[in-house]
T-cell receptor, first 113, second 110 residues
Framework: DAGITQSPRYKITETGRQVTLMCHQT?????MFWYRQDLGHGLRLIYY???????DKGEVPDGYVVSRSKTENFPLTLESATRSQTSVYFC????????????FGPGTRLTVT | QKEVEQNSGPLSVPEGAIASLNCTYS??????FFWYRQYSGKSPELIMS????GDKEDGRFTAQLNKASQYVSLLIRDSQPSDSATYLC??????????FGPGTRLSVLP
């Protein structure tokens, strides 16, 4: 099916472990985004990518790493998970940056114990 | 710091009524405006986009933009219980990432 998918949908990990969240889109959108959503903070941008091998920080990048070797994939890695990174993570894609609609994946609910 | 503000709600309206959701933004240079609907436990879903001053209608939804007042609104006519969700306002611009508002929770009462 065309669209944007995320995996896993749910993840429980321990403090200090590395975890990678996957995002895949089939629209060939150039832009991809990672957000976290927490009660009281709304959607906050972690990292975004304008194209393969081009990534940039968003509002809350600390503790996260991204890569984009292929246009369709945009994995997000928590190098050493902390409890404060417990959140719902959404990936989104768009044909462009701020002038174009963004389409969201189903989200990954991450719990760090 | 660019800000987007929305009343958190909950906004309660009876079934069949018009629901009016409001959003204000701080960056006068903003060029693009979006409304998303988010059901509990689900991801944001795009409802409408608007770029020019005035009204834009799509079915039961009307987006209204007033750049001079830095104000964008979403009207939902003939509200249904299935419209009960959180509505997110997003504001963007050329070479600018979206800034999302905190969302307004809408409850449509049968």
């Amino acid at each position: 099916d065309a669209g944007i998918t995320q995996s896993p949908r749910y993840k429980i990990t321990e403090t200090g472990r590395q975890v990678t969240l996957m995002c895949h889109q089939t629209w060939s959108h150039s832009y991809m985004f990672w957000y976290r959503q927490d009660l009281g903070h709304g959607l906050r941008l972690i990292y975004y990518s304008a194209a393969a091998d081009i990534t940039d920080k968003g509002e809350v990048p600390d503790g996260y790493v991204v890569s984009r070797s292929k246009t369709e994939n945009f994995p997000l890695t928590l190098e050493s998970a902390t409890r404060s990174q417990t959140s719902v993570y959404f990936c989104a894609s768009s044909p462009g940056q701020g002038l174009y609609e963004q389409y969201f994946g189903p989200g990954t609910r991450l719990t760090v114990t | 710091q660019k800000e987007v503000e929305q009343n958190s709600g909950p906004l309660s309206v009876p079934e069949g009524a018009i629901a009016s959701l409001n959003c204000t933004y701080s960056d006068r240079g903003s060029q693009s405006f979006f409304w998303y609907r988010q059901y509990s436990g689900k991801s944001p879903e795009l409802i409408m986009s608007i770029y020019s001053n005035g009204d834009k209608e799509d079915g039961r939804f009307t987006a209204q933009l007033n750049k001079a007042s830095q104000y964008v609104s979403l009207l939902i006519r003939d509200s249904q219980p299935s419209d009960s969700a959180t509505y997110l306002c997003a504001v963007g611009g050329r070479s600018q990432n979206f800034v999302f508002g905190p969302g307004t929770r809408l409850s449509v009462l049968p």
